[in-house]
């Protein structure tokens, strides 16, 4: 068990930081982004690909994942979403566009897979990067995988860095203005489409950045985007999309529930369950926001705080 | 005559395929308080939109300074120095008051200016300074309009649209708008002011223009349209 919850450590890790993306992006420009996990995917891609022609460790791809993932998220801003932003289009056509950026992304993974394939003899369409991880040492016997450790201190770099961002730069400041108000940011002298670009860079470099971190935990395939968009968007939703830490905690709380769940039931109820695993961040998004409704971004986390550490009001 | 800041010719506006504004003339003088007077529905907020870029006009010319902006988006009006505080105070409620300072020093031409502005701000408003660092959403409705009226002075405004900046506020608060204001033109700020409260409004400004159903009815230095039959009649029931 105990090495289930260290893969669902890591795995959360690598949601939670995809689905802040998709709540950045959503946040900023309405966009519902359905290619997030097509970027996500391209992390994987991009961590493979490096480290199979420049070898070393695929530690030192990670961020050039994020970074692709954040010029897919610009070209994605400047190609598809500008245009429609400008033209005043409604929620449900941001995001259907989004779907097709999906498709072309998507097609761009398996030809680039074909072209590594025909090219360098790689196997792109099977791929397992875990094997290339250093260990930690064990607990209680069970090996620890370095990416259990490195992802939860990016993830603590990532919130470090986005709460200086969002609150000591001007730039961050502006970003959150734009997010409340974007009429009255322009007045000021804020130039709105500056934010939209920045918001699809940090969006796509978590996702991207995401994406490379899982490619140290599964096995990387074409159709990887595709089993990881329902637990990302879960992950965003039952944060409660207003919140760049409700999704981080979303993503937690999806992926924990996730594994741990899967591998109990496979206990409990024989392996035939196994394949329902994609249903649980569904269930688990349905019963947290009956109980509530604004996610869990909304809850009242400083008094929560106050509580804990300080000892009650 | 010196050229005007900011000078509306021939504005036709609307929203969708209803007009709103019809024939709209008017200057704003360099160091002069304007204003623009009417009551609900008139067309007011519509000619401060026209003039910040949020609407495009279907005809007519906006010029700042003797150049064109008709056609420059608001973000870059704000740089040049076309500064709105917006109907109702709006603020940001989630950001901090200094975050709102910041951010009204947002344009280069602004961020230069930023510790004199501060300076000048937190004298004019010693209650922000206190509460710097509070959510602009927990102040009080006197507070937030100082704020809106704070942040604005940060752009550096050379011409400064103020949109009904005393409605909804109690009678004293009012009385401390109008004081703010008065203290701006010793300043030697340039202001386009626009109210419903006619007699205040009468009081503080050089030059009047009246608007009524989208057209300019009556204009002229304040004095003379105080004592002119029509408004005295209509605004100030005497
Ligand atoms: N966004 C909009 N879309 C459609 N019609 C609008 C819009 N804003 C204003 N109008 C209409 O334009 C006309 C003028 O409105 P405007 O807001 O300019 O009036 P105003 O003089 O500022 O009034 P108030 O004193 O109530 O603020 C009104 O008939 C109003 O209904
Ligand atoms: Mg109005």
Known sequence: ?313 | MTVPVLELNNIEAGYGRVQVLWGINMKVEKGSITALLGSNGAGKTTTLRVATGILYPWSGIVKFENTDVTNLPPSSRAEVGIVMVPEGRRLWPKLTVYEHLELGAYSKRAKEKFHDSLDLVYQLFPRLKERKNQLAGTLSGGEQQMLAIARSLMSRPKVLLMDEPSLGLAPHLVIEVFKVIDKLRELGTTILLVEQNVYMSLQVADYVYILENGRITLEGISEEVKDSEKIRKAYLGI
């Open chain 1, 1 to 313: 068990m105990i090495d289930v919850l260290l893969t669902a450590i890591a795995y959360s890790s690598g949601l939670a930081l995809a689905a802040a993306g998709i709540t950045i992006i959503y946040m900023s420009t309405g966009t519902f982004n359905f290619a997030h996990a097509s970027f996500t995917a391209w992390g994987f891609y991009v961590v493979f690909s490096l480290f199979s022609l420049m070898k070393g460790s695929p530690y030192y791809y990670m961020i050039l994942g994020g970074l692709f993932g954040g010029v897919l998220g610009i070209a994605t801003y400047y190609i598809v979403n500008r245009w429609l932003l400008r033209a005043g289009a409604d929620m449900v056509t941001l995001m259907m566009s989004t779907l097709g950026v999906d498709l072309v992304l998507f097609a761009a993974i398996n030809i680039f897979a074909d072209y590594l394939t025909y090219t360098y003899h790689f196997n792109p369409r099977l791929f397992v990067l875990s094997s290339y991880d250093f260990k930690l040492g064990s607990l209680y016997g069970i090996p620890v995988s370095g990416i259990v450790l490195v992802s939860i201190i990016i993830v603590v770099i990532i919130i470090a860095i986005l709460q200086l961002f969002l609150t000591r730069t001007k730039m961050g400041i502006a970003m959150r203005a734009t997010i409340e108000n974007a009429m009255l940011a322009t007045v000021l002298g804020i130039n709105p489409e500056l934010i939209y670009v920045l918001s699809w860079f940090l969006g796509g470099f978590l996702g991207g950045l995401g994406g490379a971190i899982l490619s140290l935990l599964f096995t990387g395939t074409p159709n990887i985007g595709m089993l990881l968009i329902v637990p990302e968007f879960a992950a965003s939703i039952v944060g409660g999309l207003y919140s760049v830490f409700g999704s981080l905690l979303g993503g937690f709380l999806i992926g924990i529930s996730q594994k741990v769940g899967i591998a109990l039931l496979g206990k409990w109820l024989g392996g035939w369950i196994i394949v329902y695993e994609p249903l649980i961040p569904l269930l688990i998004m349905a019963v947290t926001l009956l109980i509530y409704p604004k996610g869990l971004g909304g809850l009242p986390w400083g008094k929560i705080y106050k509580r804990l550490f300080k000892g009650g009001e």
